[in-house]
């Protein structure tokens, strides 16, 4: 297992943007997939994006489509979710995850960080 962290989170009016990014605590980012999940409060975690080691797979949420954007820079060792169009549902605790396939269910994945919260006030 590797320890994930995410950072980037934080308090943004609707319509906003915010960056989170997610690294290895320590050793490369070598995960085949990588993902970001979040979970609102009082509800079940949930995918919201997959990359691929290349970028050429990419996964979103019907819900975040055209405002989200994953990346990942593996020589850097960090993938990013990029958030514009913020709007109040898109308050979360955002969990960045690695696994060996490009999934949507969170047991598929073996690599976890503690979260980075973000809160989107309308």
């Known amino acids: 297992q590797v320890q994930l962290v995410e950072s980037g989170g934080g308090l943004v009016q609707a319509g906003g943007s915010l960056r989170l990014s997610c690294a290895p605590s320590?050793?490369?980012?070598?995960?085949?997939?990588m993902a970001w999940f979040r979970r609102a409060p009082g509800m079940e975690r949930e995918v919201v994006a997959v990359?691929?080691?290349?970028?050429?797979?990419?996964y979103y949420v019907d819900s975040v489509k055209g405002r989200f954007t994953i990346s990942r820079d593996n020589a850097k060792n960090t993938v990013y979710l990029q958030m514009n169009s913020l709007k109040p549902e898109d308050t979360a605790l955002y969990y960045c995850?690695?696994?060996?396939?490009?999934?949507?269910?969170?047991?598929?994945?073996?690599?976890w960080g503690q979260g980075t919260q973000v809160t989107v006030s309308s």
């Open positions: 995850a690695g696994g060996s396939e490009v999934e949507v269910e969170p047991f598929r994945y073996n690599d």
């Open positions: 320590q050793g490369t980012l070598s995960s085949y997939a």
């Open positions: 990359i691929n080691y290349t970028g050429s797979i990419i």
